[in-house]
């Protein structure tokens, strides 16, 4: 993510200043062909090469300078997440890099709690739905994967505005046990105190809704130029959307969700509704 946003900055500097591709790739010994790859992020960044492309551009401010050099180093550094390589699959690691640069994250789960949301024994159980053979050691990474995720991205001086909407069948489906879910629950419920987390249920008295198709996120950047993404996971693999006709239609249902859904001032209420059930 990193890299996709010192491209775009890059970008504007070129077109503004007027300069071609071609002779910003011979200003670096290089070719148009990488010009374009570095503003679209999809290689690194070489410090020299960037300081020289800010000369060409006529960046002579040094502070300037230094905030796009710095974010050249930000963005060659591997991720938090880099030590969980061996168990994280590459089409999520994209993931969590757009995750960890998010301004806003909005999430619809039919399924789950949202990931971002699971207590660690709720994570646990979930964990062991799709990794039931691993070995105690392989859960506890994965456990702890989702545990430092959490806390890098809602931890963070300035986090990200979560919001998620939530099916009922995710908070009524026993993950784990009765002890379990009412922790999971629990959680919930002091989540939606937090200034930066809203919560909406969509109950089963609503019916069908607007994203029957399944679970998704919607991630915004506060680089304007940089486009929503959304994310849909599949078993194996996972979409990313960055198309405006695609995001339009899932920003759309998404706001349908919203509408569909029970008011987030209800929230509390209805989970501690649920929380009574469990005592039943």
């Given at each position: 993510m990193l890299r996709i946003m010192l491209g775009a900055q890059l970008r504007r500097l070129r077109e503004a200043k007027g300069v071609s591709?071609?002779?910003?790739?011979?200003?670096?010994r290089s070719s148009e062909s990488k010009i374009s790859r570095m503003e679209l992020g999809r290689v690194g960044f070489k410090e020299r090469d960037v300081s020289d492309l800010l000369t060409l551009y006529g960046v002579d401010d040094e502070k300037e300078r230094e905030v796009l050099l710095e974010l050249a180093r930000q963005a060659n550094t591997p991720g938090w997440w880099h030590r969980y390589s061996d168990i994280l699959p590459n089409w999520f690691q994209s993931y969590l890099g757009l995750e960890e640069s998010a301004t806003q994250i909005r999430t619809y789960e039919v399924q789950f709690v949202p990931g971002l949301l699971q207590t660690?024994?709720?994570?646990?159980?979930?964990i062991k739905l799709g990794h039931g053979r691993a070995p105690d050691e392989e859960l506890d990474r994965r456990v702890?994967?989702?545990?430092?995720?959490?806390?890098?991205?809602l931890g963070r001086p300035e986090p990200p505005k979560l919001w998620a909407v939530v099916d009922e069948a995710a908070l009524r489906r026993p993950i784990g046990g009765p002890e379990i879910m009412r922790e999971q629950i629990?959680?919930?419920?002091?989540?939606?105190?937090?200034?930066n987390i809203?919560?909406?249920?969509?109950?089963f008295a609503k019916?069908?809704?607007?994203?029957?198709?399944?679970a998704f996120s919607i991630l915004r950047f506060s680089d304007q130029e940089l486009p929503d993404v959304v994310y849909v996971e599949q078993l194996t693999s996972a979409l990313y959307l960055d198309k405006r006709e695609d995001v339009d239609y899932y920003a759309a249902a998404m706001e349908r969700l919203c509408v569909d859904a029970d008011p987030p001032a209800r929230t509390a209420e209805i989970l501690s509704g649920m929380l009574r059930d469990l005592e039943k």
């Open positions: 591709r071609e002779k910003a790739g011979w200003e670096i660690s024994d709720y994570a646990r159980s979930v702890n994967l989702r545990m430092d995720r959490r806390q890098k991205v629990e959680a919930l419920i002091a989540a939606t105190e937090m200034p809203q919560l909406q249920v969509v109950s019916g069908g809704h607007a994203a029957a198709g399944g």
